[in-house]
């Protein structure tokens, strides 16, 4: 195994892709540029601008939204955190990870520092999404996390180190030492989901992995060498982190011909991935009906039973599905503003809204695919009751954005920072990103 996947990944940057899987990778980069040009200026991108700043080193690689320039690691450090500095960012539903918000910015540094072509770095960061996936897949990913361990920042550390170190040309054997060094990195505690600021959350489920996963693939660059059966062999990886037997070969199994971005879902709404079906079927209501908060006595929400683990009344609004549903009923949509609105956390109007919604977990919605399900009863006051579901919401691997509706999502996140002049000229460049003779190029568009 360890043989057939370091063999993959030393050659993935020159593999040519199938035209669905690069279709699939432009949504995908359109929209982690979105969350990091966002991000850049939140809280999270914030505190990052100012730790870059104190850390110097060789200016190679940019600093997105920003016109700062550093080293690859901090860049990928700093981008990352901008990717996941709220809940705008994609994920893989059925590995819960997030792999574009460390994969692109891994991928995207090493693509800036050694001048690479957008179709060599869109090779790559389609590999660091298999990758990630892979790994948290063959652990298991739900016992993984309700374990204590975080599984975006285990998979995705292993993602961006397999984007970086394709696109460092590393032979079958130095890819073996860098996923060793990638290993030997493994963090990420559920306790992130207590963090109300999201700063902590964004290093562990961005930034910490891109940077990690970057240095791991320079390291073995500089001659760095370890031990090559990481996955293998005496009290190996998968010893450590999976308490069962796991199937080693689940990472290699359909390399090559079963892509992993294509099982990757893009948020219709800028929350947490599990309120992405609740949101999308009350939403429908409301449209169709056109029911206000006033009109309504109840709502129970049916959603997957683990999934409501995840955002069952959390301290942060954006990954709070009972808030969340009360302002889409007082607002008749939820907006990027109101989603990371702290303060209507506190709106009467919305904590009066907020007793009328019921969360319940379901079993029986609950699958391996982690599809974006609801079922939904809403009883009006007037006595009529709607009912409505959804087996796999908008954005869902099953049922993706349009380029059209990834364009409006995009340009809502970041013609606040660029003006729309540079936003529309950037998004161009992106939707032709495989076409692209030198990444670097990006620095003018993405600048504000």
């Not at 790559?124 to 993984?144: F, H, N």
């Not at 204590?148 to 285990?154: D, K, P």
């Not at 990472?251 to 011909?257: E, H, P, Y």
């Not at 908008?394 to 003006?419: Q, R, Y």
Request: proline share 6%.
């Amino acid at each position: 195994m360890m043989l057939k996947l370091s063999a993959y990944i030393a050659a993935a940057a020159t593999r040519p892709l199938p035209p669905a899987v690069i279709a699939r990778a432009r949504l995908h980069i359109v929209d982690t540029f979105a969350a990091m040009i966002s991000g850049s200026r939140l809280l999270p991108g914030e505190k990052a601008i100012a730790y870059a700043k104190t850390l110097g080193g060789k200016p190679v690689a940019g600093i997105i939204g920003t016109r700062m320039v550093t080293t690859p690691q901090n860049a990928a450090l700093a981008n990352g955190m901008f990717g996941h500095a709220d809940e705008t960012d994609d994920t893989h539903p059925p590995s819960l990870t997030h792999p574009g918000t460390s994969v692109v910015p891994a991928a995207l540094a090493i693509g800036e520092q050694n001048r690479l072509s957008g179709k060599a770095v869109m090779r790559a960061i389609v590999l660091g999404y298999d990758i990630c996936s892979r790994m948290l897949l063959t652990l298991k990913p739900m016992p993984y996390l309700r374990s204590g361990h975080h599984a975006a920042a285990t998979g995705q550390v292993f993602g961006a180190a397999a984007a970086a170190g394709t696109l460092l040309r590393l032979n079958p054997r130095k890819v073996r030492w860098m996923l060793s060094y990638a290993g030997q990195q493994t963090a990420g505690l559920y306790t992130m989901f207590r963090d109300p600021e999201h700063i902590e959350k964004a290093y562990a489920m961005g930034g910490m992995p891109a940077h990690n996963g970057t240095q791991a693939a320079l390291m073995v660059t500089h001659g760095w060498t370890g031990v090559e059966d990481i996955f293998s062999g005496e009290r190996d990886f998968f010893f450590t982190f999976a308490p069962e037997d796991v199937d080693r070969d689940e990472m290699v199994r359909g390399l090559g011909t079963d892509y992993e971005i294509m099982r990757a879902g893009i948020k219709r709404w800028p929350v947490g991935g599990p309120i992405q079906g609740p949101m999308h079927v009350l939403r429908d209501l409301i449209v169709e009906h056109g029911i206000k908060a006033a009109d309504v006595e109840k709502v129970i929400a049916r959603m997957p039973d683990k999934e409501l683990e995840i955002v069952n009344n959390r301290a942060s609004p954006d990954i709070s599905v009972q808030h969340l549903l009360a302002v889409m009923l007082v607002d008749g949509n939820v907006s990027f503003k109101s989603a990371h609105s702290f303060r209507r956390m506190q709106d009467a109007k919305v904590l009066a809204v907020r007793q009328r919604i019921e969360a319940v977990g379901d079993a029986s919605l609950t699958d391996v695919q982690r599809r974006w399900r609801c079922v939904m009863e809403v009883r009006l006051k007037d006595g009529r009751v709607l009912n409505h579901q959804t087996m796999a919401a908008k954005g869902s691997s099953e049922n993706p954005l349009t380029p059209a509706e990834e364009t409006e999502k995009a340009l809502d996140l970041i013609v606040p920072i660029l003006g729309k002049k540079r936003s529309t000229a950037l998004l161009h460049t992106l939707w032709h990103f495989d076409r692209i003779p030198d990444v670097r190029a990006l620095r003018k568009l993405y600048t504000a």
